[in-house]
């Protein structure tokens, strides 16, 4: 069974930084980009980055380039998003997601980031 | 930034045809995929590559493109399919990935 689990949620203050971990299993982790998108609270999703399977090249919305930063370790069938200077609109479940061809076709259930004081 | 633009909202009637339309500068170029999220899950994919049906998903979701716009049909919308509806696509470099606002299906 295909399945992405994500962890490293937490609350944190402005300006704090987190990372945030995707655990894939039961398919070839090497062999699939993956993407992080977010959700904010009562809002819409939001794409925030995608790394190539072999990471050789990484993309970012505007909204958290030059703050965060998508990483990947192939031999450990995981992925990871670091997230520095973390600002309150930043607050949002964030989920790890499989991509096929130009879309996502599996989705973890999702973590959850709390930026606040 | 590319933007996709939805309607926030859509409300039709049980066994009515509701239809969600993604208006985007690059979608002539680029397909159009469509997601489904019901409150506090993840999201579903409904429809790739402007119309193809992913397995599992009933025949009376179907998509279309033309132009700058793609949409999403429900043919005889049913209670169950109440949801958050969602298009995403890529900009014209393919570099970065976008999803529409979302628009909210009522079926009652």
Redesign the interface.
């Known amino acids: 069974e295909v399945q992405l689990v994500e962890s490293g949620g937490g609350l944190v203050k402005p300006g704090g930084s987190l990372r945030l971990s995707c655990a894939v299993s039961g398919f070839t982790f090497s062999s699939y980009s993956m993407?992080w998108?977010r959700q904010a609270p009562g809002k819409?999703?939001?794409?925030v980055s995608?790394i190539s399977s072999g990471s050789s090249y990484t993309?970012y919305?505007?909204s958290v380039k030059g703050r965060f930063t998508i990483s990947r370790d192939n031999a450990k069938n995981s992925l990871y998003l670091e997230m520095n200077s973390l600002r309150a609109e930043d607050t949002a479940v964030y989920?790890c997601a499989r991509v096929l061809?130009?879309?996502?076709?599996v989705?973890?259930?999702?973590t959850t980031v709390t930026v606040s004081s | 930034s590319y933007e996709l633009t939805q309607p926030p909202s859509v409300s039709v009637s049980p066994g009515q045809t509701a239809r969600i339309t993604c208006s985007g500068e690059a979608l002539p170029k680029k397909y159009a995929y469509w997601y489904q999220q019901k409150s506090g899950q993840a999201p579903v994919l409904v429809i790739y590559e402007d119309s193809k049906r992913p397995s599992g998903i009933p025949e009376r979701f179907s998509g279309s493109r033309s132009g700058t716009m793609a949409t999403l049909t429900i043919s005889g919308a049913q209670v169950e399919d109440e949801a958050d509806y969602y298009c995403y696509s890529t900009d014209s470099s393919g570099n970065h990935r976008v999803f529409g606002g979302g628009t909210k299906l009522t079926v009652l």
């Open positions: 993407n998108v819409g999703l939001e794409w995608i993309y919305a505007d989920y061809e130009d879309y996502m076709d989705w973890g259930k999702g």
